[in-house]
Structures are given as structure tokens and as C-alpha cells.
């Protein structure tokens, strides 16, 4: 299964929508962050780890897993593109592509030196509109198709039968 590593902060720092919420309100610009990612593990089927720096902060590297995408926040005095570097070399083998998302050059040079494939925060948000679009369409497809029925019934009794389903009068 091919691996999303996200550096967490880079990807709302990149993101006009969650740059916005950070400056009044960080944990929601992480729980919108997080919510958009399982979408995205859900869709694509890949194993998504989003990781937080938490350099300066005092204590231990601590582990969550919110909407069924792993979270992160890296331990003391390591640094997320640190973390991220620790998990390619943990991850990355014949069976599995890891890809790194970030806009930070310096990363992504590192990130290509390890044998990982990066996607920019401005590819990965174009990507995630694609993916919200898919499915907006498969919505859409999904509630036009008519179920066929071995008896031809009419589309306005149908339409009752219908009704009498959904318990309506």
C-alpha cells in the first residue's frame, strides 16, 4: 500500500482556506486539515500520515489516528521534515511509493535523494478539488439512475411506491 506522508503545517501554511483559519483558530485549521486528508485516504486507498511539528514543545512524539488517518506530532526537538525523513526510511521498499507533501524545496530535494515522490501543496490541493468533483459527480450519476424493475411500471407510480418507502404521505 503506497504511503501520503503530510507535513501538517506546510500544507495549511500553502492552503488559502486553512491559512486563513490558523491565524484565529489553529486546531480547527488541523481538524479541517485532517477531515480533507481521509477524503482523500478513502478515495485514492492509500495510507495517509499527517505530521505536526511539535520542535520546542516539551515531551514525548504522540500518535493519533482521526477519521482513520494517522496524525502525528513529532517529539521534542524534532522537526516534522526530521520525522518525515525517519518514516520514508521506515516505509519506503519495492512494494510501497511513500510521497511526501510539502512545498519546502530543501524537503523535497532531500525527499527525491531517499527514493520518495513529492507532491506540492498547490498540486495536492488540485488534486483534492479533482477528487471532491469525482465524487460530486458519482453523487449526481448515482441519483439520476433510475433502479429498473421487471414489471414496466409507471414513472408517476413509481413515484408513489417510492414515497410509501421513504414513509412519506
Not at 43 to 70: P, S
Request: charged share 35%; proline share 1%; net charge negative.
Amino acid at each position: 500500500m503506497d504511503v501520503l506522508l503530510v507535513d501538517g503545517y506546510n500544507i495549511i501554511g500553502a492552503w488559502d482556506e486553512l491559512n486563513r483559519l490558523k491565524d484565529s483558530d489553529l486546531e480547527q485549521a488541523r481538524s479541517l486539515l485532517v477531515e480533507r486528508m481521509a477524503e482523500y485516504k478513502a478515495y485514492k486507498g492509500m495510507r495517509v500520515i499527517i505530521i505536526f511539528d511539535a520542535y520546542g514543545v516539551r515531551g514525548l512524539e504522540t500518535k493519533q489516528k482521526n477519521y482513520n488517518v494517522e496524525v502525528i506530532y513529532t517529539k521534542e526537538n524534532e522537526t516534522a521534515d526530521e520525522c518525515i525523513e525517519r518514516l520514508i526510511k521506515e516505509f519506503k521498499n519495492v512494494r510501497t511509493q511513500v510521497y511526501v507533501a510539502t512545498s519546502d524545496y530543501t524537503e523535497q530535494r532531500t525527499i527525491f535523494a531517499q527514493g520518495a515522490l513529492r507532491k506540492s501543496a498547490r498540486e495536492l490541493h488540485i488534486e483534492m478539488e479533482d477528487i471532491e468533483g469525482e465524487i460530486e459527480e458519482e453523487l449526481q450519476d448515482h441519483q439520476h439512475t433510475q433502479h429498473s424493475t421487471k414489471i414496466p411500471i409507471n414513472k408517476d407510480v413509481l413515484e408513489v411506491f417510492e414515497k410509501w418507502r421513504r414513509g412519506d404521505k
